[in-house]
């Protein structure tokens, strides 16, 4: 599969715990875009790297979340400090100058 | 502030009935205008982009900036095009977010 690739599938942690997802971009992508879904709604941006630069931040993203995007490659969202209100999907996507092509997604549920 | 609004979240047609996914955006600059689709157990894919004006799947949108809308329309529903269906515009400043509304879940009946 050439796509966008998320790891893990699935993370259960207890509350207060730090959790780190991960995300393989396709190759060729520039961009790489991290989102937040929870049930009902649309994902909602999080933040925006375009090669190893982080150029967009969201407000939603408080400081006890971090992203980073070594050598402009994959990428990897941590958590700090878990809190059930963190409970979501966290989607990422990259894309080179159109659509954005995304990946199947991380479940976060905080216990 | 970008802003993609669907105003409904649940539509629900029979089969072979014509359908129209409404959206709506806000956005100061000239943005691209998208429709993605989530099939059950699958991820987000792209359906739809406004430039390149193609029918997929039987499905179109005409990007009408004066009244700010990218409705989805399809002339005879399918069952298979049961899904959840986003907006999403691309903005065209700077960071190229996409900003997406919050779904429609269309139902096609039998």
């Known amino acids: 599969d050439t796509g966008v690739s998320q790891n893990p599938r699935h993370k259960i942690t207890k509350r207060g715990q730090n959790v780190t997802f991960r995300c393989d971009p396709i190759?060729?992508?520039?961009?790489l875009y991290w989102y937040r879904q929870t049930l009902g709604q649309g994902p909602e941006f999080l933040t925006y790297?375009?090669?190893?630069?982080?150029?967009?931040k969201s407000r939603l993203l408080s400081d006890r979340f971090s992203a980073e995007r070594p050598k402009g490659s994959f990428s990897t969202l941590e958590i700090q400090r878990t809190e059930q209100g963190d409970s979501a999907m966290y989607l990422c996507?990259?894309?080179?100058?159109?659509?954005?092509?995304f990946g199947q997604g991380t479940r976060l549920t905080v216990v | 502030a970008q802003r993609v609004t669907q105003p409904e979240k649940l539509l629900s047609v029979f089969k072979g009935a014509p359908v129209e996914l409404k959206c709506n955006y806000s956005?100061?600059?000239?943005?691209?205008l998208f429709w993605y689709v989530q099939y059950s157990r699958q991820r987000l894919q792209l359906l739809l982009r406004?430039?390149s004006r193609e029918s997929i799947k039987g499905f179109t949108a005409d990007l009408n900036k004066g009244e700010t809308s990218f409705h989805l329309k399809k002339p005879f529903a399918q069952e298979e095009d049961s899904a959840m269906y986003y907006c999403?515009?691309?903005?065209?400043?700077?960071?190229?977010?996409?900003?997406f509304g919050p779904g429609t879940r269309l139902s096609v009946l039998p």
């Open positions: 996507a990259s894309s080179r100058t159109g659509e954005a092509f």
């Open positions: 190759s060729e992508h520039n961009r």
């Open positions: 790297f375009q090669n190893e630069a982080q150029l967009e």
């Open positions: 956005y100061s600059g000239s943005p691209e």
């Open positions: 406004h430039i």
């Open positions: 999403a515009l691309s903005t065209t400043d700077g960071g190229k977010i996409f900003v």
